[in-house]
C-alpha cells in the first residue's frame, strides 16, 4: 500500500453526509410562496483502533424553496470548518458549497423542467438507499450528484421519464482543496494523490425511464438508467469519456421497503499517465477512484409504527446497506461497504445512528483515503460508529 502524505492523512475522516434526508422541516414561511429554512447538525465519531472518539459541530446549511403553479425552486448551502473532521481549519466558512441552486417551470402537474445546479436523475432517487451516510455510489460520483445543467421530468401514468443535460459539474466552493463540492465529481487531483489525474466532466446527458407496478403486495418500481459525458484531460488537451448504466428495484409492503440496484461505470480518461484511473473529489479532498467496475447495492429498511418514550420519539426507521464496488482491473481490489443504523425524530431534533463496516472504503477505518478505490487500501474490514443530530427550521 502507498502510504499517504500529511495532507491526505488528515483528510481521511472527511465524510459524505447527505442533506435534509427524511428530516422533518420547519421552515419559515415567507409568502404564501417562499420558505426559508436551515439545520444545525451535530455529530459523533467513536473509532477506538483509532482511538477518536469526538462530538462537535457538524454543519449549519441555509435553504430556500419557491413553489407555485407554474414557477418553483430551490436553494441549499453549506457551512463546515474548525471542528473534526475540518480541525485544519479555523472557522466554521472555511469550508463551504452549494449543494442546490436552480429554478423551474411547471407546464402542468405532470411536467415540468429544472435550469441551475440540480440533482442528476441516476438510478434510485433521491439516494441509492435508507443511509445518512450514502453508499459507495456516493464517493464514486453516481449517488446523490448535483450538477449545472437542465432536467426535464415528465410523470406518463405509470411511467416517469427524467433526461437531463449538464454543462459542467458543481461551481467550486470554498475550502483548502480541489475538490470543494457538495457532490463527489471528477476533479483535478491535489499533490498528494499518487497517480492523480486532471480531468474536467463536460457535456453531461442522463436519461432514466421507471416505471410504478404492483407485485403481489409490494408496491414497486422499476427502472433503467443511462449516462453518458465527456472527460477533458487538462495536461494533455485530450477528451476521453464516461459512460454508466443502471437497474434498478424499489419496492415497499407495509413497513417493510427493498431497494437493489446494479450499475455499471466504464471511464476512458485521455491521462498522461495510467488510464486506470481518474481522480474524484468533494468534501475539501481528492482521492482516485477505478476508472472501470460494477457497482451493487441493496437495501432493506423497516418502519417503527408509533411514538414512543412519552411521545417524544417517532418516525422510527430501522436499515441494513451494502453496497461493492467490484472494479474490473483483476489487480484491484473490490470495495465494500455495509451500514446497520436506525434514524428516528427526539422531539424537534432528528438523529440518525449507524454503525458502519468498510473495506477499502476511503471514508471508513483509516483505509488509504487516496487509493482505496483505486488499487485498494488496507485490504480489510474496518468499522466505526457514527450519529449525526439535528435541529432543522
Same mark, same amino acid.
Given at each position: ?127 441509492? #438507499?435508507?443511509?445518512?451516510?450514502? %453508499?459507495? $455510489?456516493?464517493?464514486? @460520483? ?6 449545472? &445543467?437542465?432536467? !426535464? ?119 498522461? #499517465?495510467?488510464?486506470?484511473?481518474? %481522480?474524484? $473529489?468533494?468534501?475539501? @479532498? ?6 472501470? &467496475?460494477?457497482? !451493487? ?97
Amino acid at each position: 500500500m502507498r502510504t499517504l502524505t500529511p495532507r491526505a492523512i488528515r483528510s481521511i475522516a472527511l465524510i459524505p453526509v447527505l442533506g435534509a434526508f427524511a428530516a422533518p422541516a420547519m421552515a419559515i414561511q415567507v409568502t404564501d410562496n417562499l420558505d426559508l429554512g436551515g439545520a444545525v447538525r451535530a455529530r459523533w465519531d467513536y473509532d477506538p483502533d483509532r482511538d477518536i472518539q469526538k462530538f462537535n459541530f457538524d454543519t449549519a446549511f441555509l435553504t430556500a424553496k419557491y413553489t407555485s403553479d407554474t414557477w418553483i425552486g430551490a436553494a441549499k448551502y453549506r457551512f463546515y470548518g474548525r471542528a473534526y473532521p475540518y480541525q485544519y481549519t479555523n472557522n466554521v466558512g472555511d469550508v463551504a458549497f452549494a449543494e442546490s441552486a436552480w429554478v423551474g417551470y411547471k407546464f402542468n402537474p405532470n411536467q415540468q423542467i429544472q435550469v441551475g445546479l440540480n440533482q442528476v436523475p441516476f438510478g434510485l432517487q433521491p439516494y441509492f #438507499g435508507s443511509t445518512f451516510y450514502e %453508499t459507495l $455510489g456516493n464517493v464514486i @460520483g453516481l449517488e446523490d450528484l448535483e450538477e449545472v &445543467g437542465t432536467k !426535464y421530468i415528465q410523470q406518463i401514468g405509470d411511467w416517469n421519464v427524467q433526461a437531463g443535460y449538464y454543462l459542467r459539474p458543481a461551481w467550486q466552493g470554498k475550502g483548502t482543496s480541489k475538490g470543494d463540492t457538495y457532490s463527489s465529481a471528477i476533479s483535478q487531483a491535489d499533490s498528494y494523490v499518487v497517480d492523480g489525474s486532471n480531468n474536467q466532466e463536460r457535456n453531461t446527458v442522463i436519461l432514466r425511464v421507471a416505471k410504478a407496478l404492483d407485485i403481489g403486495g409490494w408496491k414497486s418500481e422499476v427502472g433503467i438508467s443511462g449516462l453518458t459525458s465527456e472527460l477533458k484531460n487538462s495536461d494533455t488537451d485530450n477528451t476521453g469519456r464516461r459512460n454508466a448504466v443502471a437497474v434498478h428495484y424499489l419496492g415497499k409492503n407495509g413497513p417493510w421497503g427493498v431497494q437493489v440496484q446494479a450499475t455499471r461505470q466504464q471511464m476512458s480518461p485521455r491521462n498522461p #499517465g495510467t488510464d486506470a484511473l481518474v %481522480t474524484v $473529489g468533494g468534501y475539501d @479532498g481528492t482521492y482516485n477512484v477505478a476508472a472501470r &467496475g460494477n457497482l !451493487y447495492v441493496a437495501d432493506l429498511s423497516y418502519d417503527v409504527e408509533g411514538k414512543h418514550l412519552f411521545d417524544l420519539i417517532s418516525g422510527v426507521k430501522l436499515y441494513a446497506n451494502y453496497s461493492a464496488f467490484v472494479k474490473s482491473d483483476d489487480d484491484f481490489n473490490t470495495s465494500q461497504r455495509a451500514i446497520f443504523g436506525t434514524s428516528f425524530s427526539f422531539s424537534k431534533l432528528w438523529i440518525a445512528t449507524e454503525w458502519l463496516y468498510g473495506k477499502n472504503d476511503p471514508y471508513i477505518g483509516g483505509s488509504s483515503y487516496t487509493q482505496s478505490l483505486g488499487a485498494g487500501g488496507t485490504n480489510h474490514w474496518e468499522n466505526q460508529l457514527y450519529t449525526n443530530i439535528g435541529y432543522y427550521f
